[in-house]
């Protein structure tokens, strides 16, 4: 399966990846020096691929650089 590619406005290249309905994950690919980050999906839309590059971008602006996806370590208790 392919994820949705696309450029933000700084050149850093994207990918989209639809973890659930309600929440895409946008990974950094390539030499995109930034961290990965969760974002809201829009509520009208469900597929990354039927986004323009300007909508994609204004998810990336939104979304925290901070709010990576949380996994649970398998070593913890």
Request: glycine share 8%.
């Amino acid at each position: 399966m392919g994820y949705r590619r696309f450029v933000d406005r700084d050149g850093h290249q994207w990918e989209v990846r639809a973890r659930s309905r309600d929440e895409w994950e946008l990974d950094p690919v390539g030499d995109n020096p930034h961290r990965p980050r969760m974002t809201r999906s829009p509520g009208y839309e469900k597929d990354p691929f039927e986004l323009s590059i300007e909508e994609l971008q204004q998810l990336l602006d939104g979304s925290d650089p901070g709010s990576t996806r949380k996994v649970k370590s398998p070593f913890k208790e």
